[in-house]
């Protein structure tokens, strides 16, 4: 039975800092990463950490080869600065921690474009009571335009034309306006040969 303590360590990392990088739009091995970086650093009450392809690949279970793309991707976005090893010293790896400075989303960002693109495009009131930020009571009223919007896309896909198999063995799925196209460019008989 798992029983973790403050006794047995813990990792200091300033609020702030944590809250920016939970606001990251980075993917999920980048994020893995980046918190196995934060606790090898801050963890051990250091500011940088000499930290071996293979150690983070053994702890993470993420092969080396995606380990290096993944933190060549976090240093060009700023989030770390990574300085590689000569020799046979490890690279080392910290974090930037004036966020202001990383070059990336952030997904509280994302979530307002969404927002507003979803609020132009419905014709609501969300951006009016919304105003600067995403305020607690607005979720509900951004989930619902959200879903209202995919659901009319889906229906403006069904209006489109339902795809029929077509072909030797039926596997080609067109609709009659993508047969049409086809036949007209390529000539039924090259159509029916392939």
Request: charged share 30%.
């Amino acid at each position: 039975m798992a029983d973790p303590q403050l006794e047995n360590g813990y990792t200091r990392i300033a609020n702030e800092l944590l809250e920016a990088v939970c606001r990251l739009n980075i993917s999920g091995s980048e994020l893995r990463i980046l918190l196995y970086i934060i606790r090898r650093t801050y963890g051990f009450s250091r500011i940088f950490a000499e930290i071996p392809l293979s150690e983070i690949s053994a702890a993470l279970g993420i092969r080396r080869e995606h380990i290096q793309k993944a933190l060549k991707k976090l240093s060009g976005k700023n989030i770390i600065d990574l300085r590689t090893g000569n020799g046979s010293r490890p690279q080392t790896i910290s974090i930037v921690k004036n966020y202001e400075e990383w070059a990336v989303e952030n997904c509280a960002d994302l979530l307002l474009q969404k927002t507003a693109t979803v609020a132009e495009i419905c014709n609501s009131g969300v951006a009016e009571n919304c105003n600067s930020g995403v305020a607690e009571n607005c979720n509900s009223s951004v989930a619902e335009i959200c879903n209202t919007t995919f659901k009319e896309k889906k229906e403006r896909t069904k209006e489109r034309g339902k795809k029929e198999p077509h072909g030797k063995n039926g596997h080609v799925m067109l609709s009659p306006e993508e047969l049409e196209e086809l036949v007209s460019d390529y000539g039924e008989d090259i159509i029916g040969k392939y």
